[in-house]
């Protein structure tokens, strides 16, 4: 081959002969660097681009989102059994036999702060005494009497057992607070739910469970000192009528009345 041969056969642009493989190694070194920036997004990201494929981040659950917590949820719980368990002694047949909203609220109304001291849990209470008729009413509302082994639990079991809490989460002043402590930010079909799954661990109150001892005839503990101790005294029962009666679906075969309970 002379010369002249070689000298064609070369490129004409020697420069761009050289930068290509460079070009092409720059190209390789990007994807890679691409391909890891990926890799590093996926372990950091909540994004649901990468749901299917991220190990390890805890995916959010499909439905409504709560409207109240666990902890203002079982606070409510608790203030309302601290509220009723002294006073259901005289509130049970008073409030279970109730077939209308007035006579529901003059119940609450009779164990109730005065308004200008009234605390939030008995205010909400008797804004949604509705919700209260309803639950009372329905068939989620144990309304036969308690088994004596059910309160015996509830009453001498130790404060850490499970089996007291189970016991204790029967009693109709612990599943009307389940039911209610949610309400109105939750129904309190959600509220009974939540709160049932885990039962409240506050002992019962003195006025309850010596009330409860005496039907059903369990002895007192032998240390049991009451000295100090007092029992609320409800105020009379005055009538509301600042609303129609309310009565829920649900017993709409009951007959209505328009009066509320007498003393």
Not at 76 to 91: A, D, F, G, N, S
Not at 144 to 169: G, I, K
Request: with cysteine.
């Amino acid at each position: 081959m002379n010369a002249r041969e070689k000298k064609l056969r070369e490129p004409i642009d020697k420069v761009l002969t050289n930068q290509l493989p460079d070009r092409v190694a720059d190209l390789e070194r990007r994807v890679a660097d691409l391909e890891n920036d990926v890799a590093l997004l996926k372990s950091l990201s909540n994004s649901p681009v990468f749901a299917g494929e991220v190990e390890g981040v805890e995916k959010k659950k499909p439905g409504p989102k709560k409207k109240i917590d666990d902890q203002d949820l079982f606070r409510y719980r608790h203030e309302l059994i601290i509220w009723l368990e002294p006073v259901w002694p005289w509130m049970e047949d008073r409030l279970l036999r109730a077939t209308t909203l007035e006579e529901v609220r003059a119940v609450l109304e009779a164990v109730a702060e005065v308004p200008e001291f009234r605390p939030d849990h008995q205010e909400r209470l008797l804004k949604n005494a509705v919700a209260l008729l309803e639950f009372l009413w329905d068939e989620r509302f144990g309304k036969t009497p308690l088994p004596r082994a059910t309160v015996t639990d509830a009453l001498t079991l130790p404060w850490d057992d499970a089996r007291r809490r189970r016991a204790c989460n029967q009693l109709p002043t612990r599943q009307i607070a389940n039911a209610m402590a949610g309400v109105p930010e939750i129904v309190w079909r959600t509220s009974l739910d939540r709160c049932s799954a885990q039962p409240s661990a506050a002992f019962v109150a003195l006025n309850l469970d010596m009330h409860y001892r005496d039907r059903f005839g369990i002895p007192a503990p032998a240390d049991r000192d009451l000295t100090g101790a007092s029992v609320p005294e409800p105020k009379p029962l005055q009538p509301i009528s600042a609303q129609p009666s309310v009565q829920p679906a649900a017993a709409s075969n009951a007959p209505i009345k328009t009066t509320a309970a007498a003393n």
